[in-house]
């Protein structure tokens, strides 16, 4: 069996190594995709952020497991972040090392955030195009919540779900402002401890201060250690789900998403191609030096490179 | 006087006016830097880093007044995480209500990261290259250390100093490690607090992992809100430019530092073409929604676009 018919026939290794394939740019995997593609359509993406410790990990491990009960096929990206500087990941190895691994129809990938030129966003679209046409019902992309390009990969997501916790700093907070507007559904968890109920009730007004008509993001209090309040959290991102879907919204909300990641897309081959041409020509690097020099300025050196490609 | 004349005669708004000019991508003011470019060089830069709370901006006014004595001309550029849905800063307004903002030496601004395709990248770097001509010896770049982007702004300085606290939590630890190995010296503000020599000794650990042939980062502790160990910073920092100086590293690594920005700057450039051209065309808004529906492949839609420059 080719790749092909390994990947259509459910094999998770086929999957994987279709996805690697696609990191690298791989023409075959490519084709491949193009081949594909009529396929798509038909998987739910629910993007889950939140700090670090605010047990995203495990909270996704549960929605799984509860997703499993009713013989969903799973796709889980783990997005790492990654050091800029080893290319290592590095919150370390994060396999899942727990019975999910061992499920057939769960597939789990770490995806490490290699390189600053948007290369991440463009590899989990990727993967999210193969899940989808492996066949998952649902892919949760799970990222830690800072940082503009992890914003831009959860808004790659039909639902976001927001992680919090009781009592988290101030500043903290703050930070997550920005994703607090791009949230669909709000979970509490570790809602065991204290202030759970107060810091529901600071995301409630936080709510109330953005008018959004007809859909209001509901904020639940789980415990995904204690598998609590879990079925509820499924409720909630279905009736989110229903909420597009019923409103027209499901093809409006893809569209917009997909816009921005074609222009990543756009964005990487244009630069890929620049500096090849660049670095052929020595351009780049004299350039450069030439601007350190004072020799010339950045703008008339930005001029001089954009002309190549025209 | 034009803005140029009041530009060298140190005027604070014409730098200001200036600044919000590039941010704009305003011709005139682009004009402007292309004909004082030869004035630039003359400027150290400092970007200054760590999570929120740490006691950044504190610490950089302090940093800022010990530079004053010795006459010192500074910009501090702060970058503000801004809501990518608002455009708002959410961090809030964050003009210094103190004595610096009265000193006609020092020049302070705010900047707002809006829009997600390395608008805020572009603009600092602009700032630092007006402030440049405008005369300052010394410009520090204030962020909060979390996220890619985060990191490539403060990849712009000379030398990078990252300020942590004792007893932060490992999870932020790790988050941070990726900006661990771009900085030049440590802070621990707060060195009063419990806990001070152990994080120095965590760093110290760490930095014992990274060979660094011939430059070793120093870790040492300071209290930016009772003003000690200040003093010892400086000449830390002092002691980093001396290094870089000395071993031709200088212009080497704002050579490098330049390659990056020039790189984003043609980015940008691209893209508003790119955006441009095909909103034009419609053409954006219909292979988006045709990637929704299945009917093209996202690599299809992309050679679409790139033919439209080429």
Redesign the interface.
């Known amino acids: 069996m080719n790749i092909e018919e390994k990947l259509l026939e459910g094999h998770k290794r086929a999957c994987a190594r279709l996805i690697s394939m696609l990191e690298n740019n791989d023409k075959e995997a490519?084709d491949l995709?193009?081949k594909l593609?009529?396929?798509?359509?038909n998987t739910y993406v629910i993007g889950i952020t939140g700090?670090?410790?605010s047990g995203k990990s495990t909270l996704t491990d549960r929605l799984t497991k509860e997703l499993r009960k009713k013989n969903k096929k799973i796709g889980i990206l783990a997005i790492d972040?990654?050091?800029?500087?080893?290319g290592g990941a590095?919150?370390g190895d994060r396999i899942r090392m727990n019975d999910l691994a061992l499920d057939k129809e769960v597939f789990i990938r770490s995806m490490g955030?290699r390189g600053?030129?948007g290369g991440i966003s463009r590899a989990t679209?990727s993967a999210v195009?193969v899940l989808d046409i492996y066949g998952c019902d649902y892919i949760f992309i799970e990222t830690?919540g800072?940082?503009?390009?992890?914003?831009?990969i959860v808004k790659m997501a039909d639902t976001v779900l927001m992680v919090t916790t009781p009592n988290t700093?101030d500043?903290?907070q703050?930070?997550k402002?920005?994703i607090m507007?791009?949230a669909d559904v709000f979970a509490i968890n570790k809602s065991d401890l204290d202030g759970a109920d107060k810091t529901k009730m600071e995301i409630e007004m936080n709510l109330d201060l953005n008018e959004k008509k007809d859909y209001r993001a509901p904020v639940i209090k789980v415990s995904a250690i204690k598998n609590e309040g879990i079925d509820e959290l499924v409720k909630k991102l279905e009736e989110h789900r229903n909420y597009l879907e019923n409103n027209n919204r499901l093809?409006e909300r893809?569209?917009?998403n997909?816009?921005l990641?074609?222009?990543k897309?756009?964005?990487n081959?244009?630069?890929e191609i620049?500096?090849e041409r660049s670095v052929k020509e020595d351009l780049?690097?004299n350039?450069?030096?030439q601007?350190?020099?004072?020799?010339?300025?950045?703008?008339?050196?930005?001029d001089k490179?954009?002309e190549l490609?025209?």
């Open positions: 490519i995709i193009k593609y009529n396929r798509t359509g700090s670090p410790g972040p990654t050091s800029p500087f080893t590095i919150l955030t600053s030129l679209w195009k830690v800072v940082g503009q390009s992890e914003i831009d700093g500043d903290i703050a930070i402002a920005g507007e791009i093809e893809r569209t917009r997909n816009k990641q074609l222009l897309l756009v964005e081959e244009l630069m620049i500096v780049l690097d350039l450069s030096k601007i350190t020099l004072g020799t010339i300025d950045p703008y008339s050196a930005k490179i954009i490609i025209r």
